[in-house]
């Protein structure tokens, strides 16, 4: 369960929470796997991204197809019901999520791995998080879950290797980010419809 420092809305005024380079959004998307992904892993989430704050505004740096920085309040509307929650690394500091976004921004272009593997060609959302932090500020977040043993039905299961994916396989999924009591929750927002 998210324990949730509030729930605010969010509007064009100013931000309820003033986002830091490096804090880290999740959502329920609307892509193609994501229900797949909120029932596997149990959650509420299916994609996740770091915030880069910028001159110009505040963008999410995400591994879609491919790896973009995409800005905030188009990041929101894409997913389902305009909720997000807004995570921040506790002790991070301002030198590290500078760090952090920079690392992310490296693999800007890359394209997105659908088949959840852990290296460097093909980038999935999560992966992409866990890497940033681990590269820009030497920190360890989320865990590696094998996929046979995620809430999938043997039915589903089945279905990996067609996916081209194995069940022995480890990945790291969005709810493991959420779920690392090194994160503090800062808020979960409800964008509201116009």
């Given amino acids: 369960m998210v ?39 149990r959650s509420a989430y299916s994609h996740v991204g770091l915030i880069e704050v910028a001159s110009d505004g505040v963008y999410v740096i995400e591994a879609v197809q491919p790896v973009s920085r995409t800005p905030l309040a188009k990041w929101v509307a894409r997913g389902i019901d305009g909720r997000l929650t807004v995570l921040r690394f506790k002790g991070l500091t301002e030198e ?7 690392e992310a921004k490296r693999a800007l272009g890359r394209p997105y791995d659908a088949r959840y593997r852990w290296d460097d060609a093909r980038l999935y959302c999560s992966e992409l998080v866990a890497k940033a932090f681990a590269r820009g500020a030497g920190k360890a977040v989320g865990r590696q879950e094998v996929l046979g043993e995620l809430a999938l039905s043997a039915e589903e299961l089945k279905q990996a290797p067609a996916l081209g994916l194995s069940v022995t396989q480890t990945l790291l999924t969005p709810q493991s980010l959420a779920d690392d009591a090194q994160f503090e929750h800062l808020a979960e927002w409800v964008v509201p419809r116009r």
């Fill in 96 to 102: 590290e999520g500078t760090r952090v976004v920079r």
């Fill in 3 to 41: 324990c949730l420092a509030g729930i605010v809305a969010v509007s064009t005024e100013p931000q309820p929470v003033k986002f830091h380079d490096g804090d880290v959004v999740l959502q329920a998307s609307r892509s193609e796997r994501a229900a797949l992904i909120r029932k596997a892993s």
